[in-house]
Structures are given as C-alpha cells and as structure tokens.
Nanobody
Framework: VQLQASGGGLVQAGGSLRLSCAAS????????MGWFRQAPGKEREFVAA???????SYADSVKGRFTISVDNAKNTVDLQMNALEPEDTAVYYC?????????????????WGQGTQVTVSS
C-alpha cells in the first residue's frame, strides 16, 4: 500500500488546515488508519486514529480541535485541524494499522506516507 499525504502549509495561530492521505488502493473499509506528527528534535507522536468499522481516537493535545474522517468517494483519510497552535508545527504522517485497534504506538503501523509539513506561526 502506498500513501500520499497532502494539504500542509503555513498558517497563523488560530487558523485551520485540512490534511488528506490518499491510498493506492481502497483500504479504509478494511484497515484502521492513523495520523502522527514529528516536530524537529522530537519523537514521532500519535495524533488521531480511525477504525475501519467506525470510531475515532485522539491525542489529548488535539482533542476538540482536530477531526479525523474517511472520504470514501475520494479514497482519502482526512485530518481537519482547527484552532491551530504553534505547538502543532510538525511533519504530519498518515499510516496504516492492519492488525491492531486504533493503537497509538508507531511500531504497530505497517505502511507510512511521506509526510506533509505544517507550520503554525504565532
């Protein structure tokens, strides 16, 4: 499976961005998906996950501001990010979780996209 993340950019604090992750084949009705991010000098961290059969999970730092969803028509998993903060600045990655149930652990994800840069200015 190949994943392509897009939608990143530069935005002011308080603004919004919508990230999309396109897959090379239709997997969102079969596999769980996750979004992670990695800031300079920090480890990659969990942001959000969505179960193929329904249900979502969020990191505490983004809960209430970010929303993960699947667009079956476009074959993408999206991350709507609102009320962005400078602390959200990072490279954002989407990933496939074939065997777990919305795990937050990076080693549990099998396929990764290339990442898209999000920069939030203060």
């Amino acid at each position: 499976v190949q994943l392509q993340a897009s939608g990143g950019g530069l935005v002011q604090a308080g603004g919004s961005l919508r990230l999309s992750c396109a897959a090379s084949r239709r997997i969102f009705s079969v596999y769980n998906m996750g979004w992670f991010r990695q800031a300079p000098g920090k480890e990659r961290e969990f942001v959000a996950a969505i179960r193929w059969s329904g249900g979502t999970s969020y990191a505490d730092s983004v809960k209430g501001r970010f929303t993960i969803s699947v667009d079956n028509a476009k074959n993408t998993v999206d991350l709507q990010m609102n009320a962005l903060e400078p602390e959200d600045t990072a490279v954002y990655y989407c990933a496939v979780d074939r065997y777990r149930d919305m795990t937050r652990m990076t080693p549990d994800y099998d396929y990764w996209g290339q990442g898209t840069q999000v920069t939030v200015s203060s």
